[in-house]
């Protein structure tokens, strides 16, 4: 059948569930707005309402069919998600006793039969409508899976599950299946709706699947069983909470019979004991015998009665009947204890009845005393007190009330327990425990019960086991004939298209012989089949032209003869080890084959074997290809190869070597049988190895002859750990075995050391070029500054000569001598940098703890002058260096510290010098605590003549010997420094001139 017409006819189940919920929806939410009771408690009257959002939801399910009957995927996905939100919502809100105010955000709900929460859908509609929410979105974005129809088929069915045994149970009366625990019911209409649309969902799927057998697909099976399951164990729950209800109800039922059974006998004695104090306040002169007759017939009427007390206003027990027995208790001042104390002053404050916690008897056991106070007007005439046993008198409730046997009962007051019947610590079913609160004078007492084993057992059957365990055993009979049905259909039509097809191929066969016999004789290699002893069956023409043998001279000879002597007696071995698993692949992977021509000679060959069934058993078809031609090839291949200069890398599309030269050998250090069949990855240094199969998967995607790395350095690793500077290029090349590439690799250590020479030269000498400008520039601008002076003032002496002055004479001769001595000081410095790198001392070894405690020495008169202090670190390293430039370098800076690291707040000065090995070099530091320098000029101060303190003395010219002698050394000199926090001047010299120094030196 076309596709069309099979989502056509698949469609039609959809379509009606969809029309049928979406009706059910609207016509329920016109109910709620239009308060028409009937549609919105469907045939079961008030028991249960179909909610708001369920109405909603129904419609939303319904929508969402007619949806995908018209593909709309989009909007099925919508609504799918919608309903999901809302079921999802609402099973949180059971989940966790939490209100999302979802419930009545459309609508107020108005009739609240059957629900636990206003406006909320049962707890099984709210999982029926998120089951289904799965199947639309599941529908909506089928593809060809084959285990999606029969999730969809088994989501479905567990719908249906819901909707019918909430029908049953409205047909049994067996409200716990309308619902789980105490929350909202499912309604009749509800129920049929699930029905439908779960129907709807199955017969969908049902539909557009395949079938087996009857109409019926492969997975029906399994959805029944899935349905039936379902049934039966919501049944069974169903079952169970009915049972446990009914526990529940029965518990209840005994706690308030207690309730009212001791509130009325503890009322009747209450009101005896009142009756009795009227009439002594009535009859003041009552004699003591009249009394005592009175409360005896009390006593007589109320067995539970231990004794009647008269108690005098100062709280001693006068009068007691019985006395026999009491005699502890006659003339008891009952103020000695601070309960009874208190009951008897609330009874004479308040003038009404007062029941005393409980209280031992001193006949054994619990007793309570009641209280009433003795009143004429306003006189108080003490009490009457009865005293009754506890246990007594609620055993004889809970025998007159409850079958006391079947209940555990305890009672409590605010303190402590009044009552507890023997079965209180036998019974394990305290979560049923049902409680009532007794009213008394002054005192609330608090009723617990819960059933023991015995009435459990009376109301607990196996009926609930029994429903499942039959629905499980019906539900897998069931399946298993359905399965077994299928199964035996859909064999014989198997059986009858085996045997329709086994006809054809009968008819076939022979074609297909003669086509095989076809296809051998055409084939450019050689063609032998064998039996599984080894003897030759078939050979081809172009078998015959390899070996030289005629077909008659091979066939039924074993296949050992075209196999060279040499090899022969392990062939029959290797024959036996491919039969015992046979497998089509070649043959003598990774080693050379041979065979063997009538003439004697051998040739190379490729050999290929193929398993085939014959009638005869299994045989094995092998092609044999001649390669003298491609073993040639390959041998001038292979000598080309070893003539290149350039070493040669051959490997495979993994990335294994499966082919060197020479010269790869002599520029890695490894030996050829070292590197063949490992991963070329060897050779890359390990910083880039983990980037490197990246790249190499990058070229296999798009393998085109081009150069590796192009921008960028390309490293070798050598066996022996070492790195070198490779040029390498890539050329693809297709072999038997797959794509392979074959890498030519060069080492240019020498080429780029020769550049990187030329780079610096020219670096350096650009920088010479720039250094010069600018030295001539400084030296034209600083040199005639002295000049300009002496003009200025030989002009002014000239003047005074003429005019025959001679008082400023020895003034200007100052000035003059000063200038001049400022000349020479620039053009020794100039002299002093000029040598820098063209005049070098002999090397040695410096302690520089010792070269700076002499510097320091020699500094002393300035440095007392300046109030300033040199603190210099111990065991700074050594170096192998020019004393006299390193001399010069701590000169100046010390020097330099001194003109320009004086705090300006007047503090003294501080200066420090050390020394640390770090990031390959060995560093020297100068620091101070001056004024500091500005970022901006951190460059500036190192150049010529640049003093950022005019009124210092100097030429400006110190910290630029400093760095000249860092250049020459392969160094660098550099300031860290901010304003207001001092400066630190380091210079820095490779670390192979430096050594750790153990000595120590102080200044």
């Given at each position: 059948?076309?596709?069309?017409?099979?989502?056509?006819?698949?469609?039609?189940?959809?379509?009606?569930?969809?029309?049928?919920?979406?009706?059910?929806?609207?016509?329920?939410?016109?109910?709620?707005?239009?308060?028409?009771?009937?549609?919105?408690q469907g045939l079961h009257g008030p028991a249960a309402s179909m909610q708001y959002n369920t109405a909603l939801c129904f419609l939303l399910s319904g929508l969402g069919c007619l949806a995908l009957c018209r593909r709309r995927v989009t909007l099925t996905t919508t609504l799918g998600l919608a309903i999901c939100a809302i079921a999802l919502a609402t099973l949180t809100q059971y989940a966790f006793g939490i209100n999302l105010y979802i419930d009545q955000l459309l609508l107020t709900d108005y009739l609240q039969a059957g629900t636990s929460h206003p406006g909320r859908m049962s707890p099984n509609a709210a999982l029926a409508f998120l089951i289904f929410a799965c199947v639309l979105l599941l529908e909506a974005h089928h593809g060809a899976k084959p285990y999606r129809a029969v999730l969809i088929a088994s989501l479905s069915m567990i719908i249906v599950s819901l909707g019918l045994v909430a029908i049953l149970g409205y047909a049994a009366g067996i409200e716990t299946t309308l619902g789980w625990g105490r929350f909202t019911r499912m309604s009749t209409h509800t129920a049929a709706g699930f029905i439908i649309l779960g129907l709807g969902g199955t017969a969908h799927v049902w539909a557009r699947s395949p079938s087996v057998a009857y109409g019926l697909p492969s997975w029906s099976p399994a959805t029944l069983f899935v349905a039936l399951l379902a049934v039966g164990v919501l049944l069974w729950q169903a079952v169970l909470h009915h049972e446990e209800n009914t526990i529940k109800r029965e518990t209840k039922r005994a706690a308030t019979s207690i309730q009212k059974g001791v509130a009325s006998r503890i009322k009747s004695h209450c009101q005896a004991?009142?009756?009795?104090?009227?009439?002594?306040?009535?009859?003041?002169?009552?004699?003591?015998?009249?009394?005592?007759?009175?409360?005896?017939?009390?006593?007589?009427?109320?067995?539970?009665?231990?004794?009647?007390?008269?108690?005098?206003?100062?709280?001693?027990?006068?009068?007691?009947?019985?006395?026999?027995?009491?005699?502890?208790?006659?003339?008891?001042?009952?103020?000695?204890?601070?309960?009874?104390?208190?009951?008897?002053?609330?009874?004479?404050?308040?003038?009404?009845?007062?029941?005393?916690?409980?209280?031992?008897?001193?006949?054994?056991?619990?007793?309570?005393?009641?209280?009433?106070?003795?009143?004429?007007?306003?006189?108080?005439?003490?009490?009457?007190?009865?005293?009754?046993?506890?246990?007594?008198?609620?055993?004889?409730?809970?025998?007159?009330?409850?079958?006391?046997?079947?209940?555990?009962?305890?009672?409590?007051?605010?303190?402590?327990?009044?009552?507890?019947?023997?079965?209180?610590?036998?019974?394990?079913?305290?979560?049923?425990?049902?409680?009532?609160?007794?009213?008394?004078?002054?005192?609330?007492?608090?009723?617990?019960?819960?059933?023991?084993?015995?009435?459990?057992?009376?109301?607990?059957?196996?009926?609930?086991?029994?429903?499942?365990?039959?629905?499980?055993?019906?539900?897998?009979?069931?399946?298993?004939?359905?399965?077994?049905?299928?199964?035996?259909?859909?064999?014989?039509?198997?059986?009858?298209?085996?045997?329709?097809?086994?006809?054809?191929?009968?008819?076939?066969?022979?074609?297909?012989?003669?086509?095989?016999?076809?296809?051998?004789?055409?084939?450019?290699?050689?063609?032998?089949?064998?039996?599984?002893?080894?003897?030759i069956l078939?050979?081809?023409?172009?078998?015959?032209?390899?070996?030289?043998?005629?077909?008659?001279?091979?066939?039924?000879?074993?296949?050992?003869?075209?196999?060279?002597?040499?090899?022969?007696?392990?062939?029959?071995?290797?024959?036996?080890?491919?039969?015992?698993?046979?497998?089509?692949?070649?043959?003598?992977?990774?080693?050379?084959?041979?065979?063997?021509?009538?003439?004697?000679?051998?040739?190379?060959?490729?050999?290929?074997?193929?398993?085939?069934?014959?009638?005869?058993?299994?045989?094995?078809?092998?092609?044999?290809?001649?390669?003298?031609?491609?073993?040639?090839?390959?041998?001038?291949?292979?000598?080309?190869?070893?003539?290149?200069?350039?070493?040669?890398?051959?490997?495979?599309?993994?990335?294994?070597?499966?082919?060197?030269?020479?010269?790869?050998?002599?520029?890695?250090?490894?030996?050829?049988?070292?590197?063949?069949?490992?991963?070329?990855?060897?050779?890359?240094?390990?910083?880039?190895?983990?980037?490197?199969?990246?790249?190499?998967?990058?070229?296999?995607?798009?393998?085109?002859?081009?150069?590796?790395?192009?921008?960028?350095?390309?490293?070798?690793?050598?066996?022996?750990?070492?790195?070198?500077?490779?040029?390498?290029?890539?050329?693809?090349?297709?072999?038997?075995?797959?794509?392979?590439?074959?890498?030519?690799?060069?080492?240019?250590?020498e080429r780029k050391r020769s550049e990187n020479e030329l780079k610096s030269s020219a670096e350096r000498l650009q920088a010479s070029n720039r250094e010069m400008e600018g030295f001539v520039y400084t030296v034209s601008h600083d040199l005639k500054s002295p000049?300009?002076?002496?003009?200025?003032?030989?002009?002014?002496?000239?003047?005074?000569?003429?005019?025959?002055?001679?008082?400023?004479?020895?003034?200007?001769?100052?000035?003059?001598?000063?200038?001049?001595?400022?000349?020479?000081?620039?053009?020794?410095?100039?002299?002093?940098?000029?040598?820098i790198g063209r005049v070098s001392n002999t090397s040695e070894a410096v302690d520089v703890n010792a070269l700076v405690a002499t510097i320091v020495d020699e500094l002393k008169p300035q440095l007392e002058a300046a109030q300033a202090e040199v603190k210099v670190q111990a065991d700074m390293p050594t170096i192998q260096t020019d004393r006299t430039r390193l001399s010069q370098v701590f000169q100046n800076l010390l020097t330099n510290a001194l003109k320009y690291g004086r705090p300006a707040d007047g503090r003294a000065g501080q200066i420090t010098v050390g020394g640390v090995i770090e990031g390959g070099e060995t560093r020297y530091f100068v620091a101070d605590n001056g004024p500091g320098i500005d970022k901006k000029y951190h460059e500036r101060i190192f150049g010529l003549f640049q003093r950022l303190q005019s009124n210092k003395d100097g030429t400006g010219v110190g910290l630029a010997i400093v760095s000249r002698i860092a250049e020459v050394n392969d160094g660098r000199a550099w300031v860290e420094s901010e304003p207001g926090q001092g400066a630190k001047f380091w210079i820095a010299f490779p670390s192979q001139m430096g050594q750790q120094q153990t000595s120590t030196a102080a200044a």
């Open positions: 059948m076309p596709r069309e017409d099979t989502t056509k006819h698949s469609s039609c189940p959809l379509l009606i569930s969809g029309l049928l919920g979406t009706a059910l929806g609207i016509a329920v939410l016109i109910g709620w707005y239009a308060h028409i009771e009937s549609l919105v004991l009142s009756r009795m104090a009227k009439r002594q306040a009535i009859n003041a002169t009552l004699s003591h015998e009249a009394w005592e007759n009175d409360a005896q017939r009390y006593l007589a009427d109320t067995p539970e009665y231990r004794a009647i007390e008269w108690i005098a206003p100062t709280y001693h027990v006068r009068w007691i009947v019985p006395l026999e027995g009491n005699e502890a208790a006659q003339g008891l001042d009952l103020s000695f204890e601070t309960n009874r104390q208190a009951a008897l002053v609330e009874a004479q404050e308040q003038r009404h009845i007062v029941i005393t916690p409980p209280i031992d008897l001193v006949q054994g056991g619990k007793g309570l005393r009641i209280i009433a106070p003795i009143y004429s007007g306003d006189h108080f005439g003490g009490f009457f007190a009865a005293v009754f046993h506890c246990d007594q008198m609620l055993d004889e409730i809970l025998n007159s009330y409850v079958d006391n046997p079947y209940y555990s009962v305890v009672i409590d007051d605010a303190n402590s327990t009044v009552f507890k019947n023997e079965f209180h610590l036998k019974s394990r079913y305290t979560h049923w425990a049902q409680h009532a609160q007794i009213d008394l004078p002054n005192t609330v007492w608090r009723v617990r019960v819960w059933p023991n084993e015995s009435m459990v057992a009376e109301i607990r059957t196996l009926f609930p086991h029994v429903v499942l365990v039959n629905v499980l055993l019906g539900s897998v009979l069931f399946t298993l004939t359905l399965h077994f049905m299928l199964v035996s259909s859909a064999r014989a039509d198997k059986l009858e298209t085996a045997n329709r097809r086994m006809a054809l191929e009968t008819a076939a066969h022979t074609q297909t012989e003669q086509r095989f016999q076809l296809v051998v004789e055409s084939s450019p290699s050689g063609v032998v089949m064998a039996d599984s002893e080894g003897k078939l050979v081809n023409k172009e078998t015959e032209n390899q070996f030289g043998y005629t077909r008659d001279e091979l066939v039924g000879q074993p296949v050992d003869m075209l196999v060279p002597t040499r090899f022969r007696d392990e062939h029959p071995a290797h024959r036996n080890a491919y039969m015992a698993n046979p497998t089509t692949r070649a043959m003598g992977m990774g080693r050379e084959l041979f065979g063997l021509r009538k003439d004697g000679t051998e040739f190379p060959v490729e050999i290929a074997l193929n398993p085939i069934q014959t009638p005869q058993g299994t045989a094995v078809l092998t092609t044999v290809v001649d390669i003298t031609e491609r073993k040639r090839a390959e041998e001038q291949f292979q000598l080309v190869v070893e003539s290149s200069p350039s070493g040669v890398v051959m490997a495979d599309n993994q990335g294994k070597i499966i082919l060197v030269n020479k010269e790869t050998e002599n520029l890695f250090g490894y030996t050829r049988d070292e590197l063949i069949g490992q991963s070329v990855d060897m050779l890359v240094p390990t910083r880039f190895r983990n980037e490197h199969p990246a790249h190499r998967q990058g070229y296999m995607a798009d393998p085109t002859p081009r150069p590796m790395g192009s921008g960028r350095d390309l490293y070798g690793l050598r066996k022996d750990g070492s790195e070198f500077l490779v040029e390498i290029a890539l050329n693809p090349i297709q072999t038997p075995q797959g794509m392979a590439v074959l890498t030519t690799v060069v080492d240019i250590t000049l300009v002076t002496f003009a200025g003032y030989l002009s002014h002496l000239n003047k005074d000569v003429e005019a025959g002055r001679i008082d400023r004479l020895p003034q200007f001769v100052g000035y003059l001598n000063k200038a001049a001595q400022h000349m020479q000081s620039i053009i020794n410095d100039l002299l002093e940098i000029s040598r």
